[in-house]
């Protein structure tokens, strides 16, 4: 599935993402168990809030790392993110 780049992003209803204590990592929680994450794919999925499309996550991370031409990479894992069903459009009405 091919992301559209001023579409919003949310989280799925089904799961819910924390920090684990004792992982000392942020994971994916969803009713049969849990995905570790590391700290990148952590700070991309908090920003799918419902609040920001492809676009406003890559440019609140490049100020946030200070980092440029991240576009690729964020769209890579939000891709797969879609695709796993970590992640939803929201479609405007």
């Known amino acids: 599935m091919s992301l559209q780049p001023d579409t919003l992003l949310e989280l799925s209803p089904l799961l819910r993402l ?3 204590e004792a992982q000392q990592c942020h994971v994916i929680l969803y009713p049969e ?3 570790e994450l590391n700290e990148t794919a952590a700070a991309i999925l ?3 809030d419902g609040q920001h499309n492809l676009n406003s996550i890559v440019e609140k ?3 946030r ?3 440029c031409g991240i576009e690729p990479d964020v769209r890579e894992m939000l891709e797969s ?3 796993n069903g970590w992640i939803r459009e ?3 009405h």
Request: with cysteine.
């Open 18 to 20: 924390q920090w684990e």
């Open 90 to 92: 929201i479609i405007a």
């Open 61 to 63: 991370l490049e100020r």
């Open 81 to 83: 993110a879609l695709n």
């Open 65 to 67: 790392y200070e980092a």
């Open 33 to 35: 168990g849990m995905i």
């Open 46 to 48: 908090e920003l799918c």
